[in-house]
């Protein structure tokens, strides 16, 4: 699936003197489930709505990493040229992932290099999401909320130990247990070591940047548990329901 059609007329703001900004250009993963690309267009629509609040002018798309017709490069070369078009001097790319994965590590910046070749703009890379310190504090908000004895913090997992030892320092500042949906130690087997543990109640947060078959899953799976046991388990929202979130996400463009 390619990356949503962003329109200049719906996401180009107010007109404040675009000879001196930058264009923005948003890389996600990418899905079949057409829930993945409506999420990511609302997402898209609360940037607009907070920066348009600011008066400020931004021009931006998104892309698929994977499943999407084009290669990233090909997607960010016809997106600096249109930007270029319009008036604007640079591309800022930012990497809506959470981990430094294999995407992120590799697959990300060959692409944007093969796109520096050819781009009438210059370009630059940003870290990805996962590294702002604001994204810490944001999660951290989110399981004092919830207000629970014990926390989880639950992430797809990778086979690159890197990217699982980032999460575990991640889960470590958070005071939180790691569990991951692709392995061990998945997240039944901490919910019942927690309940055999005898403790009053479990937030788990999803490490998502999007609901979908996953998350439904682990909900499932988490009411199956809640079902059997006395302990209040609490499934917090993915990161795209936090309307802070949105901030985060502008802070760091």
């Known amino acids: 699936m390619d990356s949503l059609p962003l329109k200049m007329n719906n996401y180009q703001l107010s007109v404040i003197d675009r000879q001196l900004s930058s264009a923005y250009f948003l890389v996600v993963h990418g899905s079949r489930n057409p829930l993945y690309g409506k999420q990511l267009h609302q997402l898209v629509n609360d940037i607009q709505l907070q920066l348009y609040a600011q008066e400020i002018s931004i021009f931006l798309d998104t892309a698929y990493l994977e499943l999407a017709s084009k290669p990233l490069h090909q997607k960010i070369i016809s997106f600096a040229q249109e930007s270029a078009i319009k008036g604007y001097q640079s591309v800022r790319v930012l990497p809506l992932f959470l981990l430094s994965g294999t995407h992120v590590i590799n697959d990300i910046p060959q692409e944007f290099s093969l796109a520096c070749g050819d781009s009438p703009l210059p370009l630059e890379l940003l870290p990805n999401i996962g590294t702002s310190i604001d994204l810490i504090n944001l999660l951290r908000s989110q399981f ?110």
């Open 144 to 253: 004092e909320g919830a207000n629970t004895s014990d926390r989880i913090l639950l992430a797809h997992g990778t086979s690159l130990p890197e990217a699982n030892q980032e999460l575990e320092e991640v889960a470590a500042q958070l005071q939180a247990r790691v569990a991951y949906w692709s392995r061990e130690p998945q997240i039944d087997t901490v919910v019942n070591d927690l309940i055999v543990s005898e403790v009053k109640s479990i937030a788990v947060l999803p490490y998502f940047l999007f609901t979908g078959k996953i998350t439904d899953a682990i909900e499932s799976q988490i009411s199956d548990l809640q079902d059997k046991a006395t302990t209040k388990i609490v499934v917090l929202p993915t990161l795209a329901q936090i309307n802070q979130f949105i901030k985060i996400v502008i802070d760091n463009l």
